[in-house]
């Protein structure tokens, strides 16, 4: 009887600890995907092309998107983009919210992020203030035990905010 | 008396120019998507993308919302959808009289996968009438794919121009 007690004991702790472990793994791995969209919140607020090149696979064929119009590779999208759009605005902040990460494969090598969108900035030239609500999807995979971003787009609009319900 | 046979020849005139321009109009408007050969358009999950697009030109509300998960997430116009049912009652229907009118080119596509899972990026440029005006935009649209069950499902789409 005492057998089948700790066999049983056994196999309950083993379960356990693997559903612990894909727990941990799985909370790394989500954290490691926030950690780049917020590399990527403060390279786009400072101008600063690093976060891109340290975190996006470069490769022939990739595509960023923005707003309706692409950028063709990373290269692309760091100095026609990233790096001078800082130089003219007064000031910029972009806010992620509402990240939800989706891990696929057989070995969740695959990951892709949505999350609402939040640009506001002033323009140099005219002093003219943006304020744009929109959506942003990312696409990562998993490259020598690092998540890379394999494809993004988005998009936005003039922000208008929710009219209250009125009873 | 002479103002019958000038009449019938002018109306025969305006016939004959009118009728292969709005024939033209028509057929292109009625021409699908043509893909590009090595896109991955080919693929599985490829030719869900393709029968998604013909469904919703075809006007066909029930097959367009097979080929999506239950819970696809669909950003489209500064707005989300967040199941197909939402989508196929709302915004799907704008967007089959709308593909309806148009002819939509596909100037790059490219189908990537990844086991049972893939993503699809496109670039494409729509022309025609569209509820009196003249349409000529760009568009990019961004699907990722999984395959459950056997089955590829479109889990979401980002629609932007």
Known sequence: MNKYIIALLTLVISFTSIAHDDNDHSNKDKKAITDIIASIKYGWENGDGMPFKQNFLDFKGARYIESGGQNKGLDSLVTHHVEPEKGAMGYMTLDFSDIEVHFEGEKKSFAWAIANTRFKAKLKKSDRELDKSGYQTFLFRKIDGEWKVVHSHSSGHDYKPKKEHQH | ?161
């Not at chain 2, 148009?102 to 496109?122: F, I, N, P, Q, R």
């Not at chain 2, 005006?133 to 056997?150: A, F, P, Q």
């Open chain 2, 1 to 161: 008396m002479k103002i019958i046979p000038i009449t019938l020849v002018a109306f025969s005139f305006l016939a004959c120019v009118i009728s292969p321009v709005t024939f033209a109009h028509n057929n292109a408007s009625s021409k699908h998507r043509t893909y590009l050969k090595g896109s991955g358009a080919e693929t599985e999950p490829g030719k869900i993308v393709t029968q998604f697009h013909k469904a919703i030109k075809l006007g066909n509300k029930n097959k367009a919302r097979y080929f999506l998960d239950d819970n696809v997430t669909i950003f489209e116009g500064g707005k989300v959808e967040r199941s197909a049912d939402e989508y196929a009652n709302h915004h799907m229907l704008s967007d089959m009289k709308y593909a309806a009118k148009l002819y939509t080119e596909v100037l790059e596509h490219k189908v990537t996968l990844a086991g049972d899972m893939a993503y699809s990026v496109s670039r494409t440029r729509s022309t025609g009438q569209f509820k009196g005006s003249y349409i000529n935009k760009e568009g990019m649209e961004t699907m990722v794919l999984l395959k459950e069950g056997g089955k590829w499902k479109i889990s979401h789409i980002h629609w932007s121009h």
